[in-house]
Every structure is written in C-alpha cells, then in structure tokens.
C-alpha cells in the first residue's frame, strides 16, 4: 500500500522556510519524469506522495494558516497519492491568453472523461475525482482536472515491461491529441505501482 502523508511528516513553518530552496530543487528534478504534454494546452503532472508532501508544504508556507490548516491540507492532497493499482495525474490546461482559454475551455467539456492510457493496445479510461468541478452546466471544463487511472495486474506487468510502448491522450471531439510516454517517464512512474 502507498503510504499518505500524515502530520509526522510535515515540517515546523521555520524550518521548511530554511530548506525551502533546496526542496524545491529536488522537487523539480524528480517531477522532470513525472510530467508529459499533450497536444498544445495540456499536461499531465503524475502525482505521488513526494510530489503531495511538496504542495502540502508549499499550501502551509504560502498560506501559513498554521496548524489549523495542516488536517484541511492532508484531506485535499492524500486522495491524489496512487494506491498501487492506479496512475494519477493533474492535468492542467494552460492556455497564457485568458480569452483564449475561455474559448477553448468552453468547448472541452466532458474532456475528464475521454483521458486514456494505453499500454500494448490496451486503453485504460481515465476517471475524474468525484468531488471535483470538472466541467460546469454550460459545458466549460476546467482548467485543472485530476484523473486517476485504474490498472489490472496484466496491465501493471505490461507497463512495467521495460521499453513499452505507452500512450496518453484524449480522444475529445473537440481535443483529439496524444503523447508516446518517453522511457524515462514510463520508468519513473512504474514505481507508482505496489
């Protein structure tokens, strides 16, 4: 079972503050792997506790509610941490213009839904948190969707295979677009699973 952050393992206010620099270093180096574009506006970020350990300390630092707000930060950020079966991934949508993101945000909706991950020839459908605004009664998706993927044992054993092929990608009519995972990526995350 993948381990959850819990409060042990959150550092006091000042000294994340003294080794905040270094973290952050570290941080980047290891989502490097972690990361995949697709198409021209989005990108998958594949989380794990290290990666949610970082945003819960960077939530506390930027915000510094203090321990009252450590418990909110834990509940928001553990569900994003795979369980051994599964990929999860942030996807951000990142369009700089804002006219034009509302744009091509309106016509997406419903894309949390088409995310896939295909290993051997074998698509794996992406599902949405539940508790997430995905895309809103006028149809306009959200920028930041967090999608989980679910994976067999035989999937699991498939992308573990070293050098196999893995897409990503959505088949939306409106974002029809997909990635070749590179090796370094596929390795990294294959630690994802117990």
């Known amino acids: 079972m993948?381990?959850?952050?819990?409060?042990?393992?959150?550092?006091?206010?000042?000294?994340?503050?003294?080794?905040?620099?270094q973290k952050r270093t570290e941080i980047v180096a290891l989502k490097k792997n972690r990361r995949l574009e697709v198409g021209p506006f989005a990108t998958f970020y594949f989380e794990c506790f290290e990666t949610m350990l970082a945003q819960i300390h960077e939530m506390l630092f930027i915000e510094r509610g203090g321990e009252e707000q450590i418990q909110g930060e834990l509940d928001a950020y553990n569900p994003l941490i795979p369980k051994g079966e599964e990929l999860v991934a942030t996807v951000m949508f990142e369009i700089d213009d804002p006219l034009r993101r509302a744009r091509v945000l309106a016509r997406l909706g419903g894309v949390e839904e088409t995310a896939f991950v295909e290993v051997a020839g074998e698509r794996i459908r992406g599902k949405a948190e539940e508790d997430q605004d995905r895309t809103n009664a006028e149809g306009k998706a959200s920028s930041v969707q967090f999608?989980?993927?679910?994976?067999?044992?035989?999937?699991?054993?498939?992308?573990?295979?070293?050098?196999?092929?893995?897409?990503?990608?959505?088949?939306?009519?409106?974002?029809?677009?997909l990635a070749v995972m590179p090796e370094t990526v596929r390795a990294a995350l294959s630690k994802d699973f117990a």
């Open 2 to 21: 993948t381990r959850q952050v819990t409060r042990a393992d959150i550092l006091p206010a000042a000294e994340y503050a003294d080794l905040r620099k």
């Open 147 to 177: 999608i989980r993927f679910q994976f067999t044992a035989a999937q699991i054993a498939k992308f573990r295979a070293s050098g196999a092929q893995v897409l990503v990608g959505f088949d939306h009519p409106e974002y029809g677009h």
